[in-house]
């Protein structure tokens, strides 16, 4: 009885390492499989459903030139990690985000940028890997990418509203 007590008493502490060790080794296994900002794009996308790991393998199979990876995230993967969303090469949110968003978006074509879904007519792109809101959504270059000046960027952008 005595020795199960003494377990007990010591499980928060296995919990908390046993915490530690799983975050460590995420964080080292994500230095060790990233790449360089100018050797990926980054994709956020403000929806209320997204398949990112689907939809990474699809973009992958055609990479823009000099583009070793893509990464897809949703808007709250930021709050887990240290990418800043203002560091995003792509951007598909809803029409509410957008005089939000002021300086941090790049129109791709048109005024208010590209539209990839119309809730009236429920026809959009990317429909396989994304579940949108009831309303309009469009896709937007980020202002600050590392890709706007090389047009990697843009021309995964019209990838994407090719799918």
């Known amino acids: 009885m005595k020795t199960l007590k003494n377990i007990l008493s010591q499980l928060h502490s296995f919990a908390l390492w046993a915490l530690a060790s799983v975050l460590l080794w995420g964080w080292i296994f994500g230095l060790a499989t ?19 790991v689907e939809l990474t393998m699809a973009l992958e199979e055609d990479l823009p030139e000099g583009i070793k990876m893509v990464q897809v995230h949703p808007f709250d993967y930021v709050m887990f990690d240290t990418v800043s969303i203002t560091r995003a090469d792509i951007l598909i949110v809803p029409a509410i985000d957008v005089p939000e968003l002021g300086d941090e978006i790049v129109p791709l074509e048109g005024e208010e940028g590209a539209q990839v879904y119309d809730p009236d007519t429920g026809e959009g792109v990317l429909l396989d890997y994304i579940t949108y809101g009831e309303e309009d959504y469009y896709l937007f270059l980020g202002a600050n990418s590392a890709h706007l000046e090389d047009g990697a960027a843009a021309e995964m952008a019209k990838q994407l509203l090719g799918m």
């Open 34 to 52: 990233d790449t360089t900002p100018d050797k990926k794009i980054m994709i956020f996308c403000h929806v209320p459903e997204l398949r990112d």
